[in-house]
């Protein structure tokens, strides 16, 4: 089964930094995978959906790559603003099945 | 707008009570699921639904259980066999076949 872990937990940094988010699974036969944005209390909203055959999307200063190799995955947000401020969630998708498997998420706060 | 309706925001269940979440969406997705959200957990899947009339288990499936009568449409019932109900419930669709998966806002249950 799939085994999908996001680290740290939480992470804080200020305001105007660029950072990287984690995510590492444990078996490399995956279709694709999604990062979200959980606000508290809320859905997941989508940010972006790498798929097996590719090596990274863009979104604005959304930045996902994927090495799917290493089992490994990582969220580069540029100029980070307090307004990005919430959890960040993985999901792969196996080759086979229907299946998400979910990490528990990077806990950001951006300090003005 | 299209997206995904979740109802009610807060659910409070009485003991050996069945409790029904209602899951709509106007997408046009074909695939649907629902998905449980504990504490310093990931989103664990209990069913999920790729066309009307169908459904498979997902991990958790245990106390629950569900119906796909209408495309847009899929409902979740918390059975009093579900002895740990207390909760966040989150609904997704998608296109299907691995394709991005979309969320609702949530439905929190909790014991009374």
């Known amino acids: 089964k799939q085994e999908v872990t996001q680290i740290p937990a939480a992470l804080s940094v200020p305001e105007g930094e660029n950072l990287v988010l984690n995510c590492s699974f444990t078996?490399?036969?995956?279709?694709?995978l999604q990062w979200f944005r959980q606000d508290p209390g809320k859905g997941l909203t989508s940010l972006l959906l790498?798929?097996?055959?590719?090596r990274e999307q863009t979104s604005g200063r959304l930045n996902a790559s994927l090495d799917k190799s290493s089992g490994r995955s990582t969220l580069y947000i540029a100029a980070s603003q307090p307004g990005d401020s919430a959890t960040y969630l993985c999901?792969?998708?196996?080759?086979?099945?229907?299946?998400?498997?979910f990490g528990t998420g990077t806990s950001l706060t951006v300090i003005p | 707008d299209g997206g995904i309706t979740q109802s009610p925001k807060y659910l409070f269940r009485k003991e050996g009570q069945n409790v029904t979440l209602s899951c709509e969406q106007n997408?046009?997705?074909?695939?649907m699921y629902w998905y449980r959200q504990d504490p310093g957990q990931g989103l664990r899947l209990i069913y999920y639904s790729q066309i009307v009339n169908d459904f498979q288990k997902g991990d958790i499936a245990e106390g629950y259980s569900v119906s796909r009568e209408k495309k847009e449409s899929f409902p979740l019932t918390v059975t009093s066999a579900q002895k740990n109900p207390t909760a966040f419930y989150l609904c997704a669709s998608s296109w299907g076949g691995g394709t991005a998966q979309h969320f609702g806002d949530g439905t929190r249950l909790s014991i009374l």
């Open positions: 078996d490399s036969a995956i279709y694709n």
């Open positions: 999901a792969v998708r196996p080759d086979t099945g229907n299946q998400f498997y």
């Open positions: 997408l046009n997705h074909d695939a």
């Open positions: 790498i798929q097996s055959s590719q």
